[in-house]
Every structure is written in C-alpha cells, then in structure tokens.
C-alpha cells in the first residue's frame, strides 16, 4: 500500500489526525527532504523509519520502494512541504505502482496553491495552475504571451531571485490587471499582497523579496 500524504506548508499544526495516523502506522516513510520531515515527525513523537526520494534520486528509488510495496510493505510518500506531486516528486512512483496494481491511497491536507487561491480575491471557478515558468527568457516570454489571452485566473509559483523580472514581463505582455502575491504562506512572515502589477513591482523594489511566491493573476477581461 501507498500512501500520498499532506504534510504542512509551514505552521506545523496543520498537519491532518489522519496523516499521523498513517505515519506512526507505515513500515517506512519516503521523504523529499528528510531532514525537514524528522522535524514533523519529532514534533508528534512519530518513530517510523525514513528514506529519502527526490527529483535526482526518483528514478533509482522508485524502483526500490516499488520492490518493497510488492513484498507487501506499507509506505508514506511525503514532500518537504504540501502535497506531493503538485511540482514535488511523487508522479513515477505513483505511476509503477499502480501499473502493477498496488493500491494508491491520497491522505490529503496543506496545499500552498489551495490555500493561496482562497485568499486571493480574484474568481476561483476557474484557474491553471502553471508552477515554475520556464527560466530561459525566450521561452519564458512566449509562454506569458500565450497565458495572456486565457480566461481563466493564472497561478504560478516563483523564487525570490525571479520575482521582480517575472512581474515587469507580465506588465509588458499581459498589461496592467490585478494580482495577489502569498508569500510564506503559514509561516511567522506569511504576507498575502494585493494590487496591480505595478503596485506590486513597487512593493518588491523597495524590499528584498523573500521566500517562495505563489503569484496569482487575474484573467483576461477581454476573453
């Protein structure tokens, strides 16, 4: 058995009784980083043993953990923060395991996205998810010119280093529309910011941005 488990974005309360229920239950716990999941698992007194499974080892442990789901062990994947799968590993493991018929069990909870969306002020009925943009710039650029015509709000996630230049390539290509930016969402520094895209670019100049961004921008009007 397979569990995809929810651990929190950063307030470590928010983790769910039946995630610790599956965690002090598992014969192992396979963790993105293991050392921000000892943190949880210290907190809640869970002593299960733990591997590590991230996007440069994925392939390799994925075949060792899907031997040990079929010898008939139970595993909890769990990212660093969140859910995993939503741009953490998760996906491979997930997919081998269903292949050859073990049972994949969702333990749902935090999720950075969700919790973002629901304080943002912009329509929720619709909306994509993109992740990380592309890094090169021409490749980055054509996406942003291809999201500026959809009619759905747009949801990103973003470093600290590329915030300023991500917002000055949406004032270029999408215009000016209203934008909410969450940043160290449940943590001591948690800010959710709200304004137009060159209200927002103001508010980082004169700040050094910290923290991973969710940056969620409003749809286009004229679709």
Same mark, same amino acid.
């Given at each position: ?49 733990? @591997? ?110 590329? @915030? ?8 270029? @290509? ?50």
């Amino acid at each position: 058995m397979l569990y995809v488990v929810a651990t929190p974005i950063g307030n470590l309360e928010d983790i769910t009784l039946r995630a610790l229920k599956v965690l002090k239950e598992v014969d192992l716990i396979a963790a993105e980083d293991t050392r921000e999941t000892r943190k949880l698992l210290f907190k809640y007194n869970v002593k299960r043993p733990l @591997i590590s499974y991230y996007r440069d080892n994925e392939r390799e442990r994925a075949n060792k953990l899907l031997k040990l789901l079929k010898e008939g062990k139970k595993i909890a994947l769990v990212s660093d923060r969140g859910t995993p799968g939503i741009s953490d590993p998760a996906y491979l493991l997930v997919k081998l395991a269903r292949e050859v018929g073990i049972p994949v069990v969702p333990i749902p909870g935090a999720c950075g996205i969700v919790a973002a969306l629901s304080v943002c002020g912009l329509p929720t009925t619709n909306f994509t998810f993109l992740g990380f943009l592309p890094r090169k710039r021409g490749k980055r650029r054509k996406l942003l010119e291809e999201l500026s015509r959809r009619s759905e709000t747009l949801v990103f996630y973003e470093s600290p280093y590329r @915030i300023l230049s991500l917002l000055k390539e949406l004032r270029e @290509i999408f215009g000016e529309r209203r934008v909410t930016i969450c940043r160290e969402l449940t943590k001591k520094f948690e800010e959710v910011i709200c304004g137009s895209i060159s209200e927002l670019s103001d508010i980082f100049q004169e700040k050094r941005p910290r923290g991973e961004f969710i940056i969620i921008v409003e749809k286009c009007l004229d679709s």
